[in-house]
């Protein structure tokens, strides 16, 4: 049996490290999450009241907000429940597609805020909304027509699914990243892997949008696609890549107690890059000083990931998957 | 006559025979190849439970194994383009024969023992057009290469011996590759295929999905003791797309697609890396996706039963009342009843493969 001294003396060593996903969890992710909850409360209730597209666009706008702070995760109950908030991108065109045929169908789904949940999730959430709120092709609708209670039933599941991952955030997976280790957790095996998980989430985020946010609307440059921006509709294009950059950069800050001026310069020379950005929705890209523009930020991103690399998963020990990145 | 003592006598003699069964080895139900923390590799057996029983020294990274189904011998291949694949006594730890692939030919990472136990087939491809090729080795002779057949697919990877022991099921990727690496060559036309070969090499019957899936690489195997094939597939077209990775296929019959929800799907990024049948009369098969940190669960008719997270899994057998998965973290995962459960997390990096002896 262990003495309480050597409990003790177990603890205080594997404290440091741990100590700063607690950070993360607490300073950051379930805070943001409370956050995100109330945003889209108040979105639900106004749509509850009003479908006027132009009254719904700032709760819309501040919700879509706050779901950037935490919006890019995808571990526990965001690894599957984040994609039916947040479906993009939807290269096959499945939210137009599926809104349109309940729209045609004039499907009875929308008069129950629980039976939308088991619509399709590219029917669901932000991307559902943005285009019945900034689609002219949804949007143009009257207070008496499907369109309307379809958009108070999209902002009601939102609020209900933001209410859903925020518990399940703070009431079980907290609970399993704080338990790792211990001997009925499935899911990680020892602190090592929770701290793993947590820094790689930051690292996909960013490479989410190199990749997916930036690399989807610069294309190529003898085929630039404009229309593959995300949240182009809603010109947001260029604020989600900074605030999902911000909170990777928020993240990383709490996961290192030491100085990371690598980091913090490459997330100041990103800053930069995104005041040289004219068209908040990216769609000037096809002209060449715009998209030199557009790759600079691109370049900025990665570079910000570089350093996360170098300064925290380095000081960590942390790299690749063993399995994940080779493949056969 | 027998004198007591000439019995004894032979009796020791019999049992002094260089022999070594796996239950000399501990008796592991499978092997699993890992990178162990010095940064080199080794081949381990692992029992039920988690507990590994051997671990002997590879001079390479390794990909899939086969075991001898009698003796404590095993073939561990290279990962492809493999120019090796090693017999190691895993009592020992020695390497009892070095296997090389004959000029322009190349290992593809999988293979397995027919004729119970005489003979070894391996997975390979011509270097020089990726055209699919099994290479027939004679056990008794000191693996001796025999002669060869065609696998009719480009970029075999997976290769089984149904529970009839006549026939071979092959996963032809349909991926043909740069010889000297792992360039992929032919996405836009590739057109993998699942064939099922008579030992003799002539064909029994071949699956080929429907054009929209053909770049859905065939890659990795799992069989039911009915005949039921169960493949895991490797999505090379755009991502995102949440193509099915999984299929369920009887020879002579119209395959199953298996699809998880879309949400759940999208997680997988259109990549599965084993296959397992399971659970009570082998009703269940799961898929597992390192690069989504998943594994899902289907039932027999192809229905998605629930999804476990965990990091970098790759590797994945049938366990008693569920599956055994390995990670690149060293976990080994029991999962029962769509829970995870770690059975042991070894200072090692797990292979993409886990092989039930």
Known sequence: MKTPFATLAFCALALPAFADVNEVLDQHILPYFDGFTVATDTLAAQASETCDPALLKPAYTDAFNAWMAIGDLRIGPSESGALSIYFWPDKRGFTPRTLTRLIDEKDPVVQDATAYSEVSIAARGFFALEQMLYDPAFSDYRADSYNCALTTAIAADLAAQAKTLANAWAKEFAVTIRTAGQPDNGTYLSEDEALRAVYTQILSSLEFTSVQRLGQPLGTFDRPRPARAEARRSERSLKNVLLASESAYAMAGHLADWDVPHTDAAMSRLRDAATRIEDPAFQDIADPSARFRLEALQIAVQDLKTAIEGEIGGHLGIGAGFNSQDGD | ?357
């Not at chain 2, 990274?61 to 493999?82: C, K, T």
């Not at chain 2, 692939?101 to 023992?113: D, I, K, M």
């Not at chain 2, 899936?213 to 005949?227: P, Q, V, Y």
């Not at chain 2, 169960?230 to 296929?249: R, S, T, V, Y």
Request: aromatic share 6%.
């Open chain 2, 1 to 357: 006559m027998t004198t007591r003592r000439g019995f004894i006598a032979s009796l020791l003699a019999a049992s002094a025979t260089p022999t070594i069964g796996w239950a000399d080895v501990g008796n592991p139900s499978y092997i699993a190849a890992a990178r162990i923390p010095d940064g080199t590799f080794a081949l381990f057996g692992i029992a039920g439970d988690g507990s590994t029983r051997f671990q002997v020294p590879l001079p390479a990274r390794g990909h899939a194994g086969a075991g001898h189904p009698h003796r404590a011998e095993a073939v561990a291949f290279a990962r492809r383009p493999g120019s090796f694949a090693l017999v190691i006594d895993c009592f020992t730890g020695q390497v009892l024969h070095e296997l090389t692939p004959p000029e322009g030919r190349q290992f593809n990472g999988h293979g397995v023992f027919i004729d119970d136990g005489a003979v070894l087939v391996t997975s390979e491809q011509a270097s020089s057009d990726s055209q699919g090729i099994i290479g027939v080795w004679d056990v008794a002779a000191g693996y001796k290469r025999m002669h060869e057949m065609p696998t009719f697919g480009i970029g075999p990877h997976d290769m089984h011996l149904m529970p009839d022991g006549q026939t071979l099921v092959i996963a032809n990727g349909g991926i043909a590759t740069d010889p000297s690496d792992r360039t992929k060559l032919n996405i836009p036309t590739m057109r993998p295929n699942l064939t099922y070969l008579a030992l003799d090499g002539s064909i029994r019957d071949k699956l080929e999905l429907e054009p929209d899936l053909s770049k859905n690489s065939i890659r990795h195997l799992a069989l039911r003791a009915d005949g039921r094939v169960g493949f895991a597939m490797q999505w090379q077209g755009e991502n995102d797309m949440a193509m099915p990775l999984l299929g369920l296929h009887r020879m002579g019959e119209a395959p199953v697609l298996a699809s998880a929800p879309l949400a759940d799907e999208l997680v997988m990024q259109g990549y599965a890396g084993s296959v397992a049948f399971s659970g009570a009369n082998q009703s269940e098969i799961a898929i597992t996706s390192p690069r989504g940190g998943r594994i899902h669960r289907f039932d027999e008719k192809g229905t998605f039963l629930g999804a476990v997270s965990r990091t970098d899994v790759c590797g994945l057998a049938p366990l008693t009342g569920g599956f055994l998965a390995s990670d690149g973290l060293g976990g080994l995962i029991a999962v029962t009843d769509g829970k995870p459960h770690a059975l042991a997390r070894e200072n090692c990096a797990w292979d993409n493969h886990i092989v039930t002896l």
